[in-house]
């Protein structure tokens, strides 16, 4: 777009996507926002999620008002827009078309290690609340518009190798690279959701992506059947990812 470049970032929970955030946001041309559609998805969905009443008070409920800051003038008379989404935020009475007006990509985490994490923090968790699912319809209907695959980033690679990787995405947007996407300063930023106290205590003490550690990943009898689920939305889009540079 002439007047700037607006990218939707998809994820699901228990990713990298608040440190992305931090990268983006660390750039001088750059303006973030968090999480946008989260108080319209609290509100109509009444889900008891943890401050849900005071993220729902705080923050626009009106999926359309929403809609009309994501696709208008970018704030503070930036020339980037980095918008950063869960995807299952994205529910289905949400009309689409305002899609068209965005650059999307994609983050993924392989499923299982998503869906340990997320347990730790909650008891139960639905496909629905992985976003691939919702992921996987965002891709398909971007990729049919355009006639070609949107980037998909996998957090693991951004975590071995953030440099080459922020690099590989921003040329993919035709976006310049900014050596401030890798290191920032720590603590809360205004353009962080209200309930950056609760799940934030990690990425505000941060500096930088934290270094790459496989996990020992355990997952439960009965959420099994979920981790099989799960990854063939993951495999559909892992198939487009960005490829790490070559060694």
Same mark, same amino acid.
């Given at each position: 777009?002439?007047?700037?470049?607006?990218?939707?970032?998809?994820?699901?929970?228990?990713?990298?996507?608040?440190?992305?955030?931090?990268?983006?946001?660390?750039?001088?041309?750059?303006?973030?926002?968090?999480?946008?559609?989260?108080? $319209?998805? #609290?509100? =109509?969905?009444?889900? +008891?999620?943890? %401050?849900?009443?005071?993220? *729902?008070?705080?923050?626009?409920?009106?999926?359309?008002?929403?809609?009309?800051?994501?696709?208008?003038?970018?704030?503070?008379?930036?020339?980037?827009?980095?918008?950063?989404?869960?995807?299952? $935020?994205? #529910?289905? =009475?949400?009309?689409? +078309?305002?899609? %068209?007006?965005?650059?999307? *990509?994609?983050?993924?985490?392989?499923?299982?290690?998503?869906?340990?994490?997320?347990?730790?923090?909650?008891?139960?968790?639905?496909?629905?609340?992985?976003?691939?699912?919702?992921?996987?319809?965002?891709?398909?209907?971007?990729?049919?518009?355009?006639?070609?695959?949107?980037?998909?980033?996998?957090?693991?690679?951004?975590?071995?190798?953030?440099?080459?990787?922020?690099?590989?995405?921003?040329?993919?947007?035709?976006?310049?690279?900014?050596?401030?996407?890798?290191?920032?300063?720590?603590?809360?930023?205004?353009?962080?959701?209200?309930?950056?106290?609760?799940?934030?205590?990690?990425?505000?003490?941060?500096?930088?992506?934290?270094?790459?550690?496989?996990?020992?990943?355990?997952?439960?009898?009965?959420?099994?059947?979920?981790?099989?689920?799960?990854?063939?939305?993951?495999?559909?889009?892992?198939?487009?990812?960005?490829?790490?540079?070559?060694?």
């Amino acid at each position: 777009m002439s007047d700037g470049v607006r990218i939707a970032m998809w994820s699901g929970p228990r990713n990298i996507s608040t440190a992305l955030m931090r990268s983006w946001g660390n750039r001088e041309d750059c303006y973030v926002c968090d999480e946008p559609l989260y108080a $319209h998805y #609290l509100q =109509h969905t009444g889900f +008891d999620h943890p %401050d849900a009443a005071e993220i *729902v008070a705080h923050h626009e409920t009106d999926w359309r008002k929403v809609v009309e800051g994501l696709i208008g003038p970018i704030p503070q008379n930036r020339i980037v827009y980095y918008q950063k989404h869960m995807a299952h $935020h994205l #529910l289905p =009475h949400i009309e689409r +078309d305002w899609l %068209d007006r965005l650059t999307h *990509v994609f983050l993924i985490r392989d499923p299982a290690a998503m869906i340990s994490s997320y347990l730790v923090r909650r008891p139960e968790m639905t496909v629905e609340d992985s976003g691939l699912p919702q992921q996987c319809e965002i891709f398909d209907r971007i990729a049919e518009r355009i006639g070609a695959a949107p980037p998909v980033v996998d957090s693991r690679d951004v975590l071995k190798d953030p440099r080459a990787m922020l690099e590989a995405l921003c040329d993919r947007l035709e976006v310049a690279f900014d050596e401030r996407m890798l290191h920032w300063e720590p603590g809360p930023r205004a353009t962080d959701g209200i309930w950056a106290k609760r799940w934030y205590d990690v990425v505000e003490a941060s500096t930088g992506f934290q270094p790459y550690k496989p996990k020992d990943v355990t997952i439960p009898e009965k959420f099994r059947p979920l981790v099989d689920e799960c990854r063939a939305f993951y495999v559909h889009l892992h198939a487009h990812r960005l490829e790490p540079p070559a060694a």
